[in-house]
């Protein structure tokens, strides 16, 4: 079993439409959930960081975070064209007090105009 | 520096010759990870410095590959023996080195061998 595992997809959505992606991961004892943003040829950056249950919205982004079922997920609502990229999630496992921070394969997010 | 800085940006090879990657981290992070990025795929995890602590060399794929940390600060991670299946992109971050903090990435390295 992967540590970090989401759906590779292509996830595709029509402009306006609320694009949904998840991502479920195996240590229970992991701090710190982050998702970060692809664009094709480019270096991940990061779009939310999470830390407690609950969700957790910036403009157009909502993270939402379940440690009982150690899930999290990323809502983008009235997508984009523009937000057409592969979604990273990474998770940070405890280590001292450094942030070793292992990702998923990322979701591809294809918005449609 | 503003960000993080990687060099060479490409670097094609040879299969069998050695390769150096350089990493300049932001000012002032103490956390340096490297990371690996093959086509179409995730981002593996290879080898993680912080501060002075023993490096995490849990994701290193095979003794051909190493990586250093001088000063706490530049890193160069060594690939021996290049071979076709290391062609990648190597990607260098770095962090203030607290659990929970953003990672910031450089552009990454990319390497053909052929």
């Known amino acids: 079993q992967k540590e970090v595992e989401q759906n590779s997809g292509p996830l595709s959505v029509p402009e306006g439409a609320i694009a949904s992606l998840n991502c479920t991961y195996s240590?229970?004892?992991?701090?710190?959930f982050f998702w970060y943003r692809q664009y094709s040829g480019k270096s991940p950056e990061l779009i939310m960081s999470?830390?407690?249950?609950g969700d957790k919205e910036d403009g157009r982004f909502t993270a939402q975070l379940n440690k009982a079922s150690q899930y999290v997920s990323l809502l983008i609502r009235d997508s984009q064209p523009s937000d057409s990229a592969t979604y990273l999630c990474?998770?940070?496992?405890?280590?001292?007090?450094?942030?070793?921070?292992?990702f998923g394969q990322g979701t591809e997010l294809s918005v449609k105009p | 520096g503003a960000g993080v800085s990687q060099s060479p940006s490409n670097k094609v090879t040879e299969k069998g010759k050695d390769v150096e990657l350089r990493c300049d981290p932001i000012?002032?992070?103490?956390?340096l990870y490297w990371y690996r990025q093959s086509l179409g795929q995730g981002l593996e995890f290879l080898i993680y410095?912080?501060?002075?602590?023993?490096?995490?060399k849990s994701g290193l794929p095979s003794d051909r590959f190493s990586a250093e940390r001088t000063g706490g600060s530049v890193s160069t991670l060594t690939i021996q023996r290049t071979q076709q299946e290391d062609s990648a992109v190597y990607l260098c971050?770095?962090?203030?080195?607290?659990?929970?903090?953003?990672?910031?990435f450089g552009e990454g390295s990319w390497l053909t061998v052929v």
């Open positions: 000012s002032g992070h103490t956390a």
């Open positions: 999470i830390y407690s249950n």
């Open positions: 990474a998770v940070s496992l405890l280590y001292n007090q450094g942030g070793k921070l292992i």
């Open positions: 410095f912080q501060g002075n602590s023993a490096p995490d």
């Open positions: 240590d229970r004892v992991s701090q710190s």
């Open positions: 971050a770095s962090s203030r080195g607290q659990s929970g903090n953003t990672i910031y």
